[in-house]
């Protein structure tokens, strides 16, 4: 599975906002991530699986076909979302680690 390390970016940001304090797990409706980001739902949740796998997020992964359980990022996903957070910063991110972030 090719990592679309922007669409990561995008669902990070996006998950930031999303976390509620404290944190509680919730269903994320993975139909509308995938149509607002214009992607396809099998996309959005590889994205999200790498990003668990990485241990950017806490989340327990798919629940059903159509929702994904989430529950916060964590500390370095939040640290990588600070980063990222800027598109110009982004663009220097994944030019310095292009090979790494999508091999």
Do not use: C
């Not at 669409?7 to 976390?19: V, Y």
């Not at 997020?57 to 629940?63: Q, S």
């Not at 980063?83 to 310095?96: E, G």
């Amino acid at each position: 599975m090719a990592r679309d390390v922007d669409l990561m970016r995008l669902l990070l940001l996006d998950l930031e906002g999303r976390q509620l304090s404290p944190p509680e797990a919730f269903l994320l409706p993975l139909e509308e991530i995938a149509r607002r980001l214009d992607r396809t739902r099998g996309e959005v949740v590889d994205a999200l699986e790498m990003l668990r796998e990485a241990e950017f997020i806490d989340a327990p992964g798919a629940f059903r076909d159509d929702a994904w359980i989430f529950r916060k990022l964590t500390r370095r996903g939040v640290e990588l979302a600070n980063l990222v957070a800027d598109a110009r910063q982004w663009d220097k991110v994944k030019n310095a680690y292009v090979d790494l972030l999508e091999g």
